[in-house]
């Protein structure tokens, strides 16, 4: 499989630390039980420890679909193909419009995608690799010739799960599941892969679903799917609860046995691109492994992008002129669920 072009397109509202800061204060101080400031200090300290700066998020003039199309038409330019010749399109992530239909049919329609057959995949920030472990396997099979992958990454809209809701801090202690939240930023990216038998592809992938409390946005009537457990919606129904220290600590073992299974010899490997969560934490592992001078990090220009991060991680490495055809690349990853993987291949 042979990525022939990927493109992200970034919203323009830029906000520092300092601006997510001044936001929790805002909405925060009608109800917060205790003494603010101290508060908003660790959350400051944290910020900076795991190396955030800066995010950006759409607009009022700006919408996702506005970032998709753009993402897009960069993206069908650089491969050089029309639109007649994507067969798929896969819209994947967590940022969507719409739970019935499959989003990509809205997506496609709105590109102009006539002939191309549409579905989605949801897995968490997973998402997007685990679409391209999907589609590869689909493009080896001889039904399709080119797929088109996108996504949304766009939550931070006002009365969304993260936005003022998980801004309204109660107390110190729902920092604990809501500090993940002050790391988002938001962007679209667009991805075109074709069929191409002497570009090889290695995936691993391992499940951890005893740890599926950890990170969730749970919907209504959510109780009667799950095993109850007091984790999920402590920041209600609809919004987004995210246990981030735990998170990272169930991804360091996990990440660095995973990333070991790759066939392909590290001193072949260009760049890894990690998922923006934290630069500090996925240093950690890269430390570990001895590859820390092989990460490319977005987190601290860009935040965490969810399941556009890595994407857009390897958009900007090309742009950046850090990597260039013929190069071996690696993705690394721990998402919600809990999922881990590791990947490889030559783009």
Not at 53 to 58: A, H, M, N, Q, T
Not at 183 to 197: C, F, K, N, Q, R
Not at 272 to 288: G, M, N, Q
Not at 327 to 332: E, H, M, P, T
Request: proline residues 5%; glycine residues 6%.
């Amino acid at each position: 499989m042979k990525i022939e072009a990927i493109k992200a397109a970034l919203p323009t509202k830029k906000l520092t630390n300092d601006d997510i800061l001044a936001l929790i204060e805002e909405y925060s101080t009608p109800i917060f039980a205790g003494d603010l400031k101290t508060a908003l200090s660790k959350i400051n300290y944290f910020l900076r420890y795991s190396g955030s700066d800066i995010r950006y998020w759409l607009d009022k003039d700006e919408k996702p679909i506005d970032l998709v199309t753009r993402a897009f038409q960069e993206a069908i330019t650089e491969a050089n193909c029309d639109k007649d010749d994507i067969d798929l399109l896969v819209y994947t992530g967590i940022g969507r419009g719409f739970i019935e239909p499959a989003a990509g049919y809205h997506v496609a329609a709105s590109l102009g995608l006539q002939h191309a057959e549409c579905f989605d995949i949801l897995d968490a920030c997973m998402s997007w690799t685990r679409t391209l472990n999907i589609v590869h396997a689909l493009l080896q099979s001889g039904r399709y010739k080119r797929a088109l992958i996108v996504n949304a990454e766009c939550n931070m809209h006002f009365g969304g799960p993260v936005f003022p809701s998980v801004f309204q801090l109660p107390n110190i202690e729902a920092m604990e599941w809501s500090f993940p939240a002050y790391t988002l930023g938001e962007a679209a990216t667009a991805t075109i892969v074709s069929y191409d038998p002497d570009r090889e592809w290695e995936f691993h992938f391992k499940s951890r679903p005893d740890l599926a409390d950890l990170c969730n946005v749970p919907l209504d009537g959510y109780e009667g799917y799950c095993t109850p457990s007091e984790r999920i919606g402590l920041n209600g129904v609809n919004k987004f609860t995210s246990f981030g220290v735990e998170l990272h600590a169930n991804s360091y073992q996990e990440s660095i046995k995973i990333f070991k299974l790759l066939k392909a010899p590290t001193d072949e490997i260009r760049a890894i691109f990690p998922h923006a969560s934290s630069k500090r934490e996925w240093d950690k592992v890269a430390e570990a492994l001895g590859v820390k001078h092989l990460m490319w990090h977005i987190y601290p220009n860009y935040g965490n992008l969810v399941s556009a991060s890595i994407p857009t991680g390897i958009a900007s490495a090309i742009a950046a002129g850090k990597i260039q055809r013929g190069d071996r690349i690696a993705g690394l990853l721990g998402s919600a669920g809990m999922s881990f993987a590791a990947y490889s291949f030559i783009y």
